[in-house]
């Protein structure tokens, strides 16, 4: 009998087909080793890409990977090299990956205006862009992207210092899909930015803005109108300019808000987080106000008992917080779904409230005790604290903390 050749019994079609139920890459990359018709259908149905390459290779890449959708250029912040990506790369990149929708770039401290410019005019397709750090980066390039990739729904500028509110106004104008933006430490964006913003961004879920030192209640309180049915993070840690008025907003237009940072912000008081908790009761799961120094027992208390889908809190450094907190925990009648506990700097908080806290909290993950001076791994022993297995008590800064509320 003669033999078959399975390359000539299989189209393309069924080949790729098979490809399609590899679900681990490296099954994904030996198909690609049976001959050269199967590596270029492997190469041709590859999405995503790391590498570190430059122009030469960069090109090889898009004639073997011309369906690529991710391409990841970003480097780590301990090992990255300069220049590493630069303006040259961009330019191949924009010219040979036309379908890429999502790119990272974050750390390349090399590329300028003039690359993402070559983005901005080539990637049409692009939805996601991340230049954090990328401090080279002004409103011009930036603006070109917005100009040029107007379906743009994910947009990250983390210290890119030279970014103004001007990059607002061209998001605003052309990118109204835009649902994820992230300016942490971008010192010059404003109250008036914001605002441009959310005339045409009116879709935006993510909101980071932490240490934006000119961002304050006006900005905020604009954002949470207009974005009032899809906001469900907001960072604003270190934005000193943020009060009770930005809370008070937030409760009011905000009903389905997840995650909220505050630290930082000094002037927020009682009565507007418990506005807060009651609105958002069913919806919050993660909430950070260290160093809210007007904080007291009150509104705390009012939290875990309220917000009964809470998974992480932070009150570090709330230093007239006390036991009385955990007190309300007893006539909860359902478990409490808690993960995280930040409560470092706290020192009127003992191993007496933290045992009311595990009465009703089988779930915890993670408990920081940093400078509780009675909170010790002795005292707890000593009075039989039993924490939940998988949890991990933070008590001398040993420990990698979770990165959930950062």
Known sequence: MASICINEKLTDDELRSILSKLENDKDKEIFGLVCKRWLGLQSNERKRLAA?????????????????????LSQSV??????????????????????????????CKGISDKGMSSIGGGL???QSLNVSYCRKLTDKGLSAVAEGSQGLRSLHLDGCKFVT??????????????????????TSITDCGLADLVCGCRQIHFLDVNKCSNVGDSGV?????????????????????VGNKSILSLARFCKNLETLIIGG???????????????CQGSLKNLRMDWCLNISNSSISFILTKCRNLEALDIGCCGEVTDAVFHGLGAMETEMRLKVLKISSCPKITVTGIGMLLDK????????????????????????????????????GSLNEPDVLL
Request: charged share 25%; aromatic share 6%; net charge negative.
């Open 78 to 107: 301990s090992r990255s090299f300069y220049p590493g990506v630069t303006d040259s790369d961009l330019a191949v990149i924009a010219d040979g990956f036309r379908c890429l929708k999502v790119l990272n770039l974050q750390n």
């Open 265 to 279: 912000c000094r002037d927020i008081s009682d009565d507007s987080i418990k506005s807060l908790a009651t609105s």
């Open 221 to 241: 309180s604009t954002v949470s109108e207009a974005c009032s049915s899809f906001l469900r993070t907001l960072k604003l840690m270190d934005c000193f300019r």
């Open 165 to 186: 509110d001007e990059v607002l106004k061209a998001l605003s104008k052309n990118c109204p899909n835009l649902e994820e933006l992230g300016l942490q430490g971008c």
């Open 361 to 396: 909290c089988n779930s915890l993950e993670y408990l920081d005790v940093r400078s509780c001076p009675h909170m010790t791994k002795s005292g707890c022993d000593e009075v039989g604290l039993q924490f939940p297995d998988c949890c991990k008590v933070n008590f001398n």
């Open 124 to 126: 049409s397709s692009l």
């Open 52 to 72: 570190r390459a430059g122009p030469h290779m960069l090109q090889k890449m898009a004639a073997r990977f011309s369906r690529l959708i991710e391409l990841d």
